[in-house]
């Protein structure tokens, strides 16, 4: 049985497309040891899901917001433990 990984999934909305949110994004999971991707949704927002260590997901939201703030109008986040379903980190 495969261990579980810390998950979470976050919904920003703003100014966050057509402003390089994704790669962005994508730079800074290069600097954590996260899975996931990041992608541009139909309704204006963006989706980024991460998995793996806690410490490591909460250290990369955190550098993506720091980075990213001025386009952020909301967050909307969802944690939680589950078998990981990623390799690596990739935009969509």
């Known amino acids: 049985m495969e261990e579980s ?23 800074a999971a290069r600097e954590f040891e996260v899975s996931g991707y990041v992608t541009n949704l139909s309704d204006g927002r963006v989706l980024l899901e991460a998995e ?14 720091n980075r990213l703030q001025p386009f952020i109008r909301k967050t909307e986040e969802k944690s939680q433990h589950r078998i990981p379903r990623f390799s690596g980190f990739t935009l969509k």
């Open 52 to 65: 793996g260590i806690e410490s490591e997901i909460i250290g990369f939201k955190k550098e993506v917001e």
């Open 5 to 27: 990984v810390f998950h979470t999934e976050i919904f920003y909305s703003g100014r966050v497309q057509g402003v390089g949110f994704r790669y962005c994004t994508y730079q």
